[in-house]
C-alpha cells in the first residue's frame, strides 16, 4: 500500500523535486534522487537519451525518476550513479523526518541537493 502513490504525490507545497514533501522517508529520498539526477545531467550536458545510451536504463524510466512518478530500483540507480560518476543515493538515515504539517529540516534539504532549499 506504500507504494500505491507515485514520489511526487507527497508534495504538499511547490514543483516536484523541489517541493515540501509529506513527511514519508521514501518520498524524500525518491525527491533527492531526482534532485541529484537533474543536477548531475545539467553539469554534464546530458539529456535522458544520453544518458540512456550511457547508462543502459531505458530513457523513459530516467524521465519518469526525474518526474517522480515512478520509485527508483537500486539497479537503476546503481546504474545511473555508475554512468554519472556521482552519488544519487542519499544518506537519509541522518535527516531528522518532521511530522505532517511541520518544516522539514534544512540539513536533510541541504542533503538532497547542496545549496537548494525545500522552498525554492
Known sequence: ????????????????????????????????IARKLAAAMAERGLSANALAQKSGVNRQVITNVLNGSVWPDMLTVVDLEGALGV????????????????????AAAEEAAPGASRED
Open 1 to 32: 500500500m506504500r507504494r500505491a502513490k507515485k514520489p511526487s504525490s507527497f508534495v504538499i507545497d511547490g514543483e516536484w523535486p523541489h517541493a515540501m514533501m509529506e513527511p514519508h522517508r521514501g518520498a524524500l529520498v525518491a525527491q533527492a
Open 87 to 106: 552519488l544519487l543515493w542519499p544518506d537519509h538515515t541522518r535527516w531528522r523526518i518532521p511530522e505532517l504539517g511541520q518544516p522539514g529540516d534544512p
